[in-house]
């Protein structure tokens, strides 16, 4: 580091006299001050963003999708269009209480107090001093005396922005602050959509848990009754094998279903928060019912997606926090110019602190210049250009990403939606040959083999469409989350 000083002041009571070259100087570095800073400003996005939107999928499917229907503004607690109560609650509480975003707005609350630094940076820094003591002059001496003396002082320094170092260093702690309130928004869409799917899962896994009940009753009775036929001697072996088998794996699905409740059930307790089988009495059911999809989703302006998609968002503002460290690392290649003032108080008697003649005032303006430095600062730079760099490519991964979701999402709910109407028609079906079934045994024309196969057909046929209907909420909910809704503005 080497170091030029600018002509001292001196120092005489109240006033401080500064060479006229001195008082130059420190005017033409304020003046400085006032230009532009040094470093590529931030210019924005890619257009990788907006070229990658217009050949997508979603583009063209959300236009179609606009066309035949009036736009409607996209919802941000979209979970409310279920008209489900619990679930609503569930997402509340996973919004207050889940640790996921307790950490994300712990580190949000440091990314603030960064910038926070940043920014006093910029202003000037002072201390206090104060100071009592007596000095003895013992034996020995030609006088055996004590001197007293105390002072005071405030002391000041302010760093001249000269070439923009610290405005950069500001620029670069906002968009980081920024990008980690886009992390937290981005956690806050995961965990409603997450909290959303294993909801609809566990409604769909009881409501198959009492399907399945129902079957292994049936299984129970038709196989009691091949084994009748079985002794009787109307029956061969390999119908009662097959009735054995067919309870056996009914019974085998019961058991996974209860397994995969009770992991749903504990999901959502960590979801929102509490210790496992907090919500076990909360959430059971006698008789579950699924949420109802709604019969229009409003996907809204395809190039909102890049406003809305909060990762999209921070993997914006990183790479404008890169950018402005380019610049932050470039303005160490240029002087530094800092004004160093200080007031003070100095007596042998604290009578006479406040005294005129005791004050003494002094400013000086520092100049470093840290030009040799090996290569040290053009290291810095091409660092900070690299990292630039990467945050470019980040942010199109970001970008053709959330596109993918998009494009992914859209076509499965769009399919599932086509799809599901076919399953409940052939539920319908199954209905009325059950009802057959029932008529033609009161009827005597029908054995009670045949009508417990009848409602074997129609339990699979509701299975089926359960299914179907699970998977089509759990589309509209991928849909949501790739729409980059469920958060809350902090």
């Known amino acids: 580091m080497t170091t030029f000083r600018l002509p001292s002041p001196i120092r005489v009571g109240l006033t401080t006299l500064t060479t006229r070259s001195a008082v130059a100087a420190a005017a033409a570095m304020l003046l400085l001050a006032g230009c532009a800073a040094v470093g590529p400003n931030d210019e924005g996005a890619p257009a990788v963003a907006g070229n990658a939107l217009a050949q997508s999928r979603f583009a063209r499917d959300a236009a179609t999708a606009q ?11 979209w979970w409310q269009a279920l008209n489900d109560p619990a679930l609503d609650a569930l997402v509340e509480q996973a919004l207050r209480n889940s640790p996921t975003l307790q950490a994300a707005e712990a580190r949000l609350r440091s990314a603030r107090a960064t910038l926070s630094q940043q920014e006093a940076n910029r202003r000037p820094s002072g201390s206090a001093s104060a100071l009592g003591a007596g000095v003895w002059q013992g034996p020995g001496t030609d006088h055996e005396s004590t001197l007293h003396l105390y002072s005071a002082g405030f002391d000041a320094t302010w760093e001249i922005d000269l070439f923009g170092g610290p405005r950069r260093a500001v ?6 602050a920024q990008a980690v309130q886009a992390d937290l928004a981005d956690a806050q869409v995961s965990l409603t959509a997450e909290v959303a799917q294993t909801y609809v899962a566990l409604r769909a896994q ?7 009940l129902g079957t292994s ?7 009691a009754l091949a084994r009748q036929r079985l002794a009787q001697g109307v029956a061969p072996a390999d119908d009662v094998e097959q009735r054995a088998q067919q309870a056996e794996t009914t019974f085998a699905a019961l058991t996974d279903v209860a397994a995969e409740i009770a992991a749903s059930l504990d999901r959502l307790a960590l979801l929102t928060g509490q210790a496992p089988g907090a919500l ?3 959430l059971a059911s006698d008789a579950p019912v699924l949420p109802t999809a709604p019969r229009e989703v409003a996907i809204g302006d395809p190039t909102g997606l890049l406003q809305r998609r909060p990762d999209i968002r921070a993997a914006e503002r990183r790479l404008a926090g890169r ?11 240029f002087p530094k110019l800092s004004l160093l003032g200080n007031i003070g108080v100095a007596a042998t008697d604290p009578g006479k602190l406040l ?5 003494a005032l002094a400013a000086v303006p520092y100049l ?3 030009f040799l430095d090996f290569g040290r600062t053009a290291a810095a730079v091409r660092q900070a250009e690299a990292g630039r760099d990467e945050a470019v490519a980040n942010y199109k991964a970001a970008v053709l990403g959330a596109l993918q979701d998009a494009n992914t999402a859209l076509s499965r709910f769009g399919q599932q939606r086509q799809a599901l109407p076919h399953l409940r028609a052939q539920q319908a079906s199954t209905a009325r040959a059950l009802n057959l079934a029932q008529q033609r045994r009161q009827a005597g024309t029908a054995s009670q083999l045949d009508l417990l196969d009848a409602q074997r057909r129609d339990t699979d046929a509701q299975l089926k469409a359960l299914e179907g209907e699970a998977e089509l909420l759990k589309d509209f909910v991928a849909l949501q989350k790739s729409l980059g809704l469920g958060w809350q503005p902090v």
């Open 323 to 333: 950018t402005a460290q380019i610049g932050q690392e470039k303005a160490k290649y």
């Open 368 to 370: 470093s210049w840290n």
């Open 206 to 212: 009881q409501r198959r848990q009492a399907l399945l």
């Open 280 to 282: 076990d009495a909360q």
């Open 67 to 77: 066309a035949a229907q009036a736009a409607q503004p996209v919802a941000a607690s």
């Open 217 to 223: 009753a049936v299984d129970s009775q038709a196989l």
């Open 355 to 359: 005294r005129a003649d005791s004050l």
């Open 171 to 176: 620029e670069s702690a906002t968009a980081q």
